[in-house]
């Protein structure tokens, strides 16, 4: 390829992109980076602090990570590996921070306690099972537990004021959760590689992506026409945009693959008495009979230095795979490849399409009673509704090779044809680092072994298990908390 080949080419500027860069611009600071982003700014899609909850996935409120366990009990490895990933992420930040590359942490991460509410007789005696197999693990080791209404007020006054007295209740407390503004943290992150050389095109649209020699020819709608990048390594870090990028590069790891969108709206409320009562971000359980996808909470959120709420997610069904989409997106992705898979889901999964046509449109009442089953006495004028961003649920194929929605991330990696791309959007921002140091290792196989100890300099735990009370676990967990400004380790 000729020399004004590029590097590495990003595109879409999001978190996994500006993520995936500042890896790369730390282990190779000589290769060129140039990112392709169709709006004109960095984090204005899934990323924006507005467009998703800022929760830093660490497993310490999300009781549907775990699954039961066919003799009773819980199966808790998923809570455990999601905040082993959420530790690497911190180191990672924890660098950044040191040497000057991300400002001040109380910028995009700001300490939230994290809180599992429950209701109803059931719900707290699961909640008390869940607990049970979390506690004894070291990194859950200050995780506590309460069925009593004095005590949960103290946590948060709006989960049990004007609450039904003897109404059964429990939930439990860690304080090393976090809230994140990915949105804030995503434009710094840009804003640092484009200051060490990498170049950033805005308004421009990726529209194909064509072999060329040993690396790829990217085409892009730019203001005045259409233009071509050739670059030696493509990264499709573009969220709902991804699917249909990574099927025209003809890739054969993207074969098989659909995409199901799903929109999203939240409540959200400034009003500083309100703001105030809940200082914590509270996840509940999604009601028996209600699809898998995801359960409501309260949020406390830090947004340019303001206090707000956050209820929701409330779904729906739009067929754009961007807020900046086109209708015609869900038609566009229909392959010979993926048709049949997405047959089997549209006909599975027509309760989901249902629910979800029903929660758009449904009215404002109802989504008030939602949330006030878990702040009994939130008041409809305090609350505003607004938009959320999209997810675009990853259609694959079970063990049995049926279509079926997925609900996690899809790396899709094509290490022979140097191109990668990401699908799905759970658990998302959170462990943008840990997936993107998996893309690294799979993508580029032959030099990750030269890149393992510049990387243990970024996140000392690279390869480790963080579940563990020796030492030097929990002095990487201080060190990191300290550096973050964040409570407890
Ligand atoms: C309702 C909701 C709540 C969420 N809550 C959380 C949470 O609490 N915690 C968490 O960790 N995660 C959460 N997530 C997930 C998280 O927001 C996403 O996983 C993450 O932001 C995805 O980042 P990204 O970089 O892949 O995509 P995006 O941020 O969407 O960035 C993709 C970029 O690519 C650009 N683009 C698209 N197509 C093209 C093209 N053809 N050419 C050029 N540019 C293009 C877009 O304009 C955009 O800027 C939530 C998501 C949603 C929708």
């Avoid at 421009?204 to 026409?225: C, F, K, N, Y």
């Avoid at 999604?286 to 830090?302: C, I, Q, S, W, Y």
């Avoid at 709420?309 to 795979?321: H, N, S, V, W």
Wanted: glycine share 12%; charged share 20%; proline share 6%.
């Amino acid at each position: 390829m000729g020399s004004g080949t590029t590097d590495v080419a990003l595109i879409g500027a999001g978190i996994m992109s500006a993520t995936l860069g500042t890896l790369i611009q730390h282990l190779e600071p000589d290769w060129s980076i140039e990112i392709f982003e169709s709006l004109d700014g960095a984090a204005l899609e899934s990323s924006n602090a507005w467009h998703n909850a800022g929760t830093g996935h660490a497993g310490f409120c999300e009781l549907d990570y775990a699954t039961p366990l066919p003799g009773g009990g819980l199966d808790v490895s998923k809570s455990i590996a999601i905040n082993e990933q959420f530790h690497v992420t911190r180191q990672f930040w924890s660098a950044l921070v040191t040497c000057g590359d991300l400002p001040t942490p109380s910028a995009f991460v700001n300490p939230t306690p994290h809180v599992a509410f429950v209701t109803g007789a059931e719900q707290v005696s699961l909640l008390r099972t869940w607990y049970a197999a979390l506690r004894s693990q070291p990194l859950f080791a200050n995780l506590h537990y309460s069925d009593d209404p004095a005590q949960i007020g103290e946590w948060s006054r709006a989960l049990v004021e004007r609450r039904t007295p003897g109404e059964p209740i429990a939930a439990t407390y860690e304080a090393s959760g976090t809230d994140v503004d990915y949105g804030a943290l995503t434009r710094a992150l840009t804003d640092t590689l484009v200051e060490r050389g990498a170049r950033l095109h805005l308004h421009q649209r990726v529209t194909d992506l064509r072999r060329d020699g040993e690396g790829w020819m990217i085409e892009h709608r730019t203001p005045t026409g259409v233009a071509t990048t050739p670059a030696r390594f493509v990264f499709v870090g573009a969220g709902g945009g991804s699917l249909r990028l990574l099927q025209r590069s003809g890739v054969p790891e993207a074969n098989g693959f659909g995409g199901f969108p799903v929109s999203g709206k939240f409540l959200r409320t400034r009003t500083s008495e309100v703001v105030d009562a809940h200082p914590v971000k509270a996840y509940g359980l999604a009601e028996k009979g209600v699809p898998g996808l995801g359960a409501p909470h309260l949020d406390h959120r830090t947004v340019d230095g303001e206090d707000s709420l956050l209820f929701g997610p409330f779904a729906g069904f739009d067929p754009r795979f961007l807020k900046a989409g086109s209708r015609l997106d869900l038609f566009r992705t229909i392959r010979p490849g993926n048709i049949a898979p997405m047959l089997t889901v549209a006909k599975d999964n027509f309760d989901l399409l249902k629910y979800l046509i029903r929660e758009i449109t449904a009215p404002r009442d109802k989504q008030m009673r939602a949330l006030r089953k878990m702040m009994p006495a939130a008041v409809d004028a305090d609350w505003e509704m607004i938009d959320a961003g999209k997810r675009v649920q990853v259609i694959g194929r079970n063990e049995r090779g049926h279509g079926a929605l997925q609900f996690g991330t899809e790396l899709v990696i094509s290490p022979g044809n140097n191109l990668a791309g990401l699908l799905g959007a759970s658990p998302g921002a959170s462990t943008a680092v840990p997936v993107m140091i998996r893309l690294l290792q799979e993508a580029f196989p032959d030099r990750y072994q030269g890149w393992t100890q510049p990387l243990r300099e970024l996140v000392p735990s690279l390869g480790r298990s963080m579940n563990t009370d020796e030492e030097w676990a929990l002095e990487i967990r201080r060190a990191t908390a300290q550096t973050l400004g964040l409570g407890g380790a």
